[in-house]
């Protein structure tokens, strides 16, 4: 069964330095992988999808499918960085059939100053 | 920029009423999504849809119905509330992606429900 396991419910971090915020998956097939971000107040929004290779806000995202592992990280984080990150899969597969996307319990990000 | 809107913001409702969240999109998206968020258990998928008046069951279906009858709209019905119900929920929606399944989700601001 698909499943998306995010360890860490709450990471502090202080201003400048390196986060890693966690998310392993279970999957059979070949996976779509999403991070999403919702900053205090605001609606959830995407981050980055592992299929694009962007680097968005400094964080970056590399699917280890030996690991089955997606985790998001940046050098140097800062206090607008504080929020709650989701990880998210969806299954992506031939011949067309509609698949659901399935969300992890979400890592809030406290960067202090 | 996409567009998803939800009717109310904050809900206040008594145990055993009929509720209807509304969920508009303006992109023309082919699926849309109701989900509930709740501290620690992340996102769960109440219903889907993938086109008009077709429906899906997501992870948590009990006690709630959707409705969809024009591409844009897509409702949630909670038929008689119960306090257990409380929560945020939230509405998505996506275009189809490349390889025929769901794209990106893009999401409305949520509506807090309280059932007392």
């Known amino acids: 069964a698909q499943r998306v396991t995010q360890p860490e419910k709450l990471l502090s971090v202080f201003k400048g330095a390196p986060v890693e915020l966690k998310c392993n998956y279970s999957?059979?097939?070949?996976?779509?992988l999403f991070w999403y971000v919702q900053y205090s107040r605001q609606r959830l929004q995407l981050l980055l999808r592992?299929?694009s290779r962007e680097s968005i806000k400094g964080f970056t995202a590399d699917l280890n499918k030996g690991e089955t592992s997606f985790h998001l990280k940046k050098p140097f984080a800062q206090e607008e960085d504080s929020a709650m990150y989701y990880c998210?899969?969806?299954?992506?597969?031939?011949?067309?059939?509609?698949?659901?996307?399935?969300f992890g319990s979400g890592t809030k990000l406290n960067v202090k100053p | 920029d996409v567009k998803v809107t939800q009717s109310s913001r904050y809900l206040v409702k008594r145990t055993g009423e009929k509720v209807f969240l509304e969920c508009v999109q303006d992109?023309?998206?082919?699926?849309m999504f109701w989900y509930r968020q709740d501290p620690g258990l992340g996102l769960r998928l109440i219903y889907f849809?993938?086109?008009?008046?077709?429906?899906e069951k997501g992870d948590i279906p009990e006690g709630y119905s959707v409705s969809r009858e024009k591409k844009e709209r897509f409702s949630l019905i909670l038929e008689s509330a119960s306090t257990n119900q409380t929560s945020m929920y939230l509405c998505?929606?996506?275009?189809?992606?490349?390889?025929?399944?769901?794209?990106?989700?893009?999401f409305g601001p949520g509506t807090r429900l309280t059932v007392l």
């Open positions: 592992h299929i």
């Open positions: 998505a929606s996506s275009p189809l992606g490349l390889a025929g399944g769901p794209d990106t989700q893009y």
């Open positions: 998210a899969l969806s299954s992506a597969s031939f011949p067309y059939n509609f698949n659901k996307f399935y």
């Open positions: 999957y059979s097939g070949s996976p779509e």
């Open positions: 849809s993938y086109d008009v008046k077709m429906k």
């Open positions: 992109m023309d998206h082919e699926n």
